[in-house]
């Protein structure tokens, strides 16, 4: 089956700063990357995602990128803030659209 | 929040009773999932239905079994409760024709 591995498993990043979270999958039929945000107590939200035939894709602080050949997909947040602060999961999906979840990254931004 | 419910949201049992969560949806979506999250483990699947009464095993069923006698409940079973399924129960939906699943508010189980 499908293995999602996430890096770094914690991130501590100035307000302002950016953010980077790294995914790699194993199954290449692969085709739906979802990237969720999870605060203290609450469900996972999704935030973005992106589809096999794209290799990027923006909404406002937040993007996605792609890399079908080398099998792995980022998420990057720009001009973090306090409120970006969050666990974040990203997930592979095959066409049968089972996901399948990374370990999670626990992001803090100090303001 | 995509219409969806579960009940109980909390719930401390002893081992060895039997146990069912209940996921509510209000708006007819065929696909429904039950996950399990843990720490360092994000959530995983336990079995998920495409339809009524039309279910499958998901990555770590073992111990659990699911019903759907309605479009609107997916009902998740744990038969014998252990220790190891101490754990926060996510129900989530997917609408038709999309790829984007959403989730419930979730449940906390206690085994004891």
């Known amino acids: 089956g499908e293995n999602v591995e996430q890096h770094p498993s914690t991130l501590s990043v100035q307000e302002g700063d950016s953010a980077v979270i790294k995914c790699t999958y194993s199954?290449?039929?692969?085709?739906?990357f979802p990237w969720y945000k999870q605060e203290l107590g609450k469900r996972p939200q999704l935030i973005i995602d992106?589809?096999?035939?794209?290799g990027e894709k923006k909404d406002q602080r937040i993007a996605v990128t792609l890399n079908k050949t080398a099998k792995h997909f980022s998420l990057h947040i720009t001009e973090t803030q306090p409120e970006d602060s969050a666990v974040y999961f990203c997930a592979a999906s095959t066409p049968g659209n089972m996901l399948t979840f990374g370990g999670g990254t626990r992001l803090m931004v100090k303001p | 929040d995509a219409g969806i419910t579960q009940s109980p949201r909390h719930k401390v049992t002893e081992t060895g009773t039997p146990v069912t969560l209940r996921c509510h949806q209000t708006e007819n979506h065929r696909y429904m999932y039950w996950y399990r999250q843990d720490p360092g483990h994000g959530l995983r699947l336990i079995h998920y239905s495409y339809g009524v009464k039309d279910t499958d095993k998901g990555e770590v069923s073992d111990g659990y079994s699911v019903s759907r006698s309605k479009t609107e409940d997916f009902l998740l079973t744990l038969e014998s409760a252990t220790s190891s399924q101490t754990s926060v129960y996510f129900c989530?939906?997917?609408?038709?024709?999309?790829?984007?699943?959403?989730f419930g508010p979730g449940t906390r189980l206690t085994v004891t």
């Open positions: 992106i589809r096999s035939n794209v």
């Open positions: 199954d290449s039929a692969s085709n739906y």
């Open positions: 989530a939906i997917r609408r038709d024709s999309i790829y984007e699943q959403y």
